[in-house]
C-alpha cells in the first residue's frame, strides 16, 4: 500500500511539474567580474572563468566561442530541455542574454519574453558558477 501511495504522489508531482506557467525571462546585462582581490578582470581572463564556470559548476553547460572572437556560446541540456545564452565579455563585467530553447516554453505575453521557471533558475546557477570562477583569479 506504501508503494502505491508514492507512486501516486510522484505521478502527482510530475503533473505538477509539467505545468508550471511560463515567468518572464530574465536577461543578465552587466554582471560584475571583480576577482578576489577587488580587480576588475580582463576579457581575456573572463572568458576562460566563463568556461570553467560553465564546466565546473552545479549543472554542466558546454560554453564555446561563438566565431565573431568575442561572444561565447552557452548550451544546457537535461532531459528532453536545451536552453541556449549568448555572453559577451569585457573586461571587468559581462552580459548574458537568452538565444533560443528546446521544449521550454518560450513565447512572447503581453510583448514580453515568457519562458519555463526552471531557465531563470538555471542561468542563476550558470552566474553562480562564473562568479566562483572569477574570484579565483
Known amino acids: 500500500m506504501r508503494t502505491l501511495v508514492a507512486v501516486a504522489a510522484l505521478l502527482g508531482a510530475s ?3 509539467a505545468q508550471r506557467h511560463p ?3 530574465i536577461d543578465r546585462p552587466n554582471v560584475s567580474a571583480v576577482s578576489a582581490s577587488g580587480q576588475p578582470v580582463s576579457a581575456e581572463a573572463l572568458q576562460q572563468a566563463i568556461i570553467a564556470g560553465g564546466a ?3 549543472r554542466k553547460w558546454s560554453i564555446v566561442p561563438a566565431g565573431d572572437g568575442r561572444t561565447l556560446r552557452g ?7 536545451t536552453v541556449v545564452v549568448e ?6 563585467w559581462y552580459s548574458l542574454q ?5 521544449n521550454m516554453k518560450y513565447g512572447i505575453e503581453n510583448g514580453k519574453p515568457v519562458i519555463h521557471p526552471f531557465y531563470n ?7 553562480r558558477a562564473i562568479d566562483a570562477e572569477v574570484k579565483k583569479l
Open 98 to 102: 537568452y538565444a533560443d530553447s528546446n
Open 15 to 17: 503533473a505538477v511539474h
Open 121 to 127: 533558475d538555471w542561468v542563476d546557477q550558470l552566474v
Open 56 to 58: 565546473n559548476g552545479a
Open 23 to 25: 515567468v518572464p525571462l
Open 87 to 92: 555572453i559577451v565579455p569585457w573586461p571587468g
Open 75 to 81: 548550451t544546457y541540456i537535461v532531459r528532453a530541455h
